[in-house]
């Protein structure tokens, strides 16, 4: 079953006329770095460009239910611009998160490589409606031979998170033509997905996705049992986000990724994987579930 909305068109049109109202919000726009898209206008005056991302900020706040969240995912080097674009539209920092690349950083001839983007989650009022504290089950340090018997809690460096990397190295999850060849360089992976919608949402919560792309967000949140609302200008985006979703494809189930948050006390409240078991006495009994 399909719990989700997409709109095409301009965001700042279907902001405006949209009624539901929002639990969280993704926003991960483009990033004005003059990349060619079919129909946005990637090289926008700085000026031009942070009014633009003031008023999808406005709006959405607007639409935004008492306490709900957003997470906005920059490059680095637009931190001073995102935090002030949060602050001058009414939104209340919680977290500056770092994501930080696990593939090799971008040289520099005069000062130190890139290998992070940047995600501000903030909330609507000063105390979020609900935040869930994931614990997380991350690989072992070299040498290492038992991890830690409960996890560790996700703090606000997230460094266990692959990107989608160019070329042959990004796997089975990157959309690919008839060619091979990437349909959309800047799609986000589903794991950074899944750990944002379970940080800041419950089952039956409402996500939007104001620059849906290829549809991540509506992709996780519709398995996760929330309802989802996604806007793209591009109709072939839509037609890629319509297609994703009805003809799942087993790269984009989040079932795997079930394991690393098994010690997150109340993880059956958030992802109803359809068992009823109880999480913390039968914890080798799911991980076995879920082990490729």
Known sequence: MSNYKIYEGNCLDILSILKEKIDLTFLDPPFNQNKEYKFH??????????IMMSEVCKKVFTLTSKGGAIYFMQREKNTEQVL????????TLQ?????????????????FGKHYQIIA???KGEKPRLFNKLRISP??????????????FVTDVWDDIRELTSGYFAGDEAIRNNDGERYHK????????LRIILSSSKIGDTILDPFAGTGTALLVA???????????????????????????????????YYKEYIN???LSELWDVGKQVDIRSNKQKIKTLFEN
């Open 222 to 256: 519709n398995q996760l049992q929330r309802q989802s609302i996604g806007i793209e200008i591009d109709p072939e985006n839509v037609k890629c986000i319509k297609t994703r979703i009805s003809k799942f494809r087993e790269s984009d189930n989040i079932n795997k």
């Open 121 to 123: 989650f903030a909330t």
């Open 139 to 152: 690989p072992l340090p070299p040498n290492y031979k038992n991890g830690y018997e409960n996890g560790i």
């Open 264 to 266: 997150t006390e109340n």
């Open 95 to 111: 977290n500056l998160i770092i994501w930080k690349k696990k593939t090799s950083a971008v040289p520099s001839l005069n000062k």
């Open 41 to 50: 206008d990637d090289n926008l005056s700085e000026n031009d460009y942070w």
């Open 186 to 193: 800047q799609q986000s992976p589903v794991s950074l997905l």
């Open 84 to 91: 002030h674009c949060l602050r001058d539209t009414g939104w």
